[in-house]
């Protein structure tokens, strides 16, 4: 059963030195104050996970916490390039593992569901098993096919953001879900961050509810997305997005926002 | 009535697209090419993007594939998995529309690093979506300003294999010929074959029947300018 | 497209003799209307597919409409057995293949995403192996883990029943929602019925919707499920699936039930 | 306060059913017990139905596992794919309840035929949700009426290997002894060793420790017989 507690006791339950964690969101309701908390908190060699590294890990990786990256695509959407990351991997500093978004999303889904590896068609001609050796042919058993696995993505840890949670600590979010079921699902520890808590949780268009028994903590934290978004709570603030550029390009401009932040 | 050369290429791209059809959008000029066809010719174009959103009728350009308003607007939202092993990996998706960083002379696309993969002069965001999109789609159509440093002989990294129906860029069209090498088939107004072979780092193949494109309509730029 | 179209016209379009064909639904939008249509045009040499076989194909099967059946549990739920059905296998007039759900539910997610094949944990000491030779070990090219194959479940057309469609014949389904998503996009063919068409859909908390593109023919059915259900709209007649038990259990009952059928 | 055997094997399986656990439920008695315990000394208990409803609480019992009710009162319903995959086969059910037409004496199930498979005696309903049940959940308790037609010497068919926990019938409850095998652990009231050996296919080992179940309480009843 989820319990309901301040961020701060959150996260320093939930993430831990040496995790591998993803902070997970497609654009909208990414996890952003655990992520602060998470770099206030001075975590170290994390193995970030994600599809979409977008700015927040931008900042977790200018702040030093991690070892490592597993992704397919790290940019700023609609803006163009995460300065932290690329001088990390440029200087040979940040390790990466990379997938496609497809492989990704089924690496979630096999761990999930509780299976080793994900079968996808995959893409022809790609050079990206010759960087990634754990994306590896298999053989269909009836046609002969030869297909694509890659193994489930299993976490230590998992931290979404969501529009709601009751007081029992089901969980509700809207909207793009991405893959946030799945990677709370693959997650042996959960953290929710929430924009309400509410007495009952009604039920909504295209909601997805995670039941209080699947997740650990959950933390009121209303506009803890931010500058990302929660559908019915908040807008992108696409101008930081913007603004971002220009302090990631500049690494002391990163050490005053960082600095900042700790504050 | 004057206009860009962005303006040429995202009208030609979205001219490409025909009524009806279901087309896998990237965000960028991908995404206002579709939408401007959506909003001209081909109102009952169905754009699906990687976020999840199917049948997303959006009234302003979104700046990120997953922003409310493509949500919104959709006929479904689904799960990241679904849209990719449901939707784009049957071959459901009759177009899917890719930008490059860098493109071979057969449309092979790079976008994950210049440079070696180790040691990477200029680390780029990577696969994202595309080299499914590339390998799923019925058709592939690139859309990418032309140059030196864009249309290379010789990738650092094939992200995706695309075998594209079509490179649109910002001075002409491009089509493989029989062999899957890319040969310019149509440039816009007041573009020299020659133009086209200083942007290109291979030497560029001519089509006997060059043709010139049609310049923008009033009404296509109208609508594409309207969409900002 | 979808086009929108009688009933009669769109079963005759859509369900073809000789077919593989899945008429869906875990209790809830059973498309009996659509399956008696299919009695009344006489189809002949069908593979029926459905997971839970129910009265719906008790009645198929006892008009002689199947050929064969593959499937994971047949019985008429919280009554008892299936007897036209029971009596077909017992003759050895039906030829069967099964599974359990969770293998025959996977067979429709790999049919629907274009895999060959679909991977399970599976259960460890069944004997249904042995009598379905396409239930097949697949080792993890990562861990070395011996796992369970079955093969996608490819169909040639798909018949479900759903809440509403739109004029564009977009169709929405709400409530318990099966494997319905999952059977149309198995599918080379599919017919929806529908309680109501409306101008617009509006979006409704846990609605599943199939775009109008991946739908073949829509046909106005209002009470398309009895005596199965569709909720907001309809409940459950289950005097009438405890009456079946008699009617099905004698031959001549059944003849009865047939000819009025066919009246 | 009387009552019937089918009401003390529903009380007894009930009550192995603890606060807070998650269980699998199948239709018939064990929805029954399942239900009676969230209504009694486990309202935390989380109840799962392989139609796609998680956290049901349904006020009256349902017919089938897809009776409107479970969905309306779940905490989320999913897709039957989803339920099996994400739910069920990761381990995240702690108790999964079945019932069986036959079961041998190390409570493996038979609910797909008597006799041959290819030459069926009688062809029941089949595998449904059984053999991943047994073999994903935590814990495998089975409830079933215990007979010489259901308690046999060799099944016809292994449907499910489920190696329960428990085993709770109307004559009392078995459980594993360290080789596997069912031994009679408890007698419900008014029933001797005897008809409990009466009642199975092979020589039943009772337990040196035999206990007898306690009876329904007055309070168990009201509520069981108001689920009706």
Redesign the interface.
């Known amino acids: ?1 989820a319990v309901i507690t301040s961020l701060a006791e959150a996260v320093a339950e939930v993430v831990r030195d040496g995790d591998t964690v993803a902070f997970e969101g ?3 309701l990414i996890p952003f104050a655990a992520g602060h908390e998470v770099i206030r908190q001075r975590r170290r060699e994390l193995t970030l996970v994600r ?2 590294p977008d700015v927040l890990y931008d900042q977790l990786i200018g702040a030093g916490c991690a070892r490592r990256l597993v ?5 700023n ?3 163009g ?2 300065h932290r ?2 001088a990390a ?2 200087d ?1 500093t940040l390790e990466i593992e ?5 492989a990704m ?2 690496r ?2 096999a761990a ?17 098993p010759s ?1 990634t050796p ?1 994306i ?1 042919p ?1 053989t ?4 002969g ?1 030869v ?1 694509t ?1 890659v ?1 489930a993505l299993r976490l230590d840890s998992a931290v979404v953001h969501a529009q709601r949670a009751d007081r029992a600590g ?1 969980v509700q979010l809207w ?5 946030q ?2 990677a709370v ?1 693959a997650a042996a520890r959960s953290l929710v961050t929430v924009e309400e808590v509410v007495e009952e949780l009604m ?9 209080s ?2 997740v650990d903590r959950v933390a009121h934290v209303p506009g803890g997305a931010h500058p990302s ?1 929660a ?1 019915g709570y908040s ?2 603030d ?1 101008d930081f ?1 913007q603004r971002w550029d220009a302090i990631s390009r500049d690494r002391s401009a990163f050490e005053g926002w960082l600095r900042d932040l700790h504050r | 009535m004057t206009y860009t050369a962005d303006e040429m290429m995202t009208v030609a791209a979205a001219r490409t697209l025909a009524d009806g059809a279901v087309c896998f959008v990237g965000i960028g000029i991908p995404s206002t090419a579709a939408n401007l066809a959506r909003r001209t010719h081909a109102p009952g174009l169905v754009l699906i993007y990687e976020s999840g959103c199917i049948g997303s009728k959006p009234s302003t350009l979104p700046l990120s594939i997953g922003d409310g308003e493509l949500a919104s607007t959709a006929d479904a939202v689904v799960s990241v998995p679904e849209i990719f092993n449901y939707w784009l990996q049957p071959g459901r998706v009759d177009v899917g529309f890719l930008g490059a960083a860098q493109l071979d002379r057969r449309g092979n696309i790079n976008t994950t690093v210049i440079g070696p993969y180790s040691a990477p002069k200029v680390r780029l965001p990577g696969a994202g979506g595309a080299p499914e999109i590339a390998s799923c789609c019925r058709s592939v159509i690139v859309v990418v300003r032309q140059s030196l440093k864009t249309f290379v002989d010789g990738l650092d990294f094939v992200t995706s294999a695309a075998a594209p129906r079509m490179v649109i860029t910002d001075l002409g069209v491009l089509e493989p010929d029989d062999t899957g090498e890319l040969v310019l088939t149509s440039l816009h107004p007041g573009v020299s074959a020659d133009d086209a072979r200083a942007a290109t780092g291979w030497p560029l193949a001519v089509s006997p029947s060059l043709s010139v494109t049609s310049p923008p309509s009033a009404a296509e730029l109208a609508v594409l300018r309207s969409l900002r």
């Open positions: 059963m497609f654009t909208h599809m979409t992704f397919s695509w790290g940019g959407p609609g803006v390039s995460l990351f690329r991997v440029q040979g990379e997938y496609s978004h497809a999303a089924n979630y889904v999930a569901s509780g299976l080793p590896f994900a079968v996808l068609r995959g893409a022809p001609g790609t050079d990206l960087v754990s590896r298999i269909c058993p009836f046609t096919e297909l696995a193994p089901n909207g793009i879900t991405g893959v079921k799945e699902l039920p909504m268009p295209g909601a997805v509810v995670l039941p028994w699947v978004y559908d807008v992108r696409n997005y």
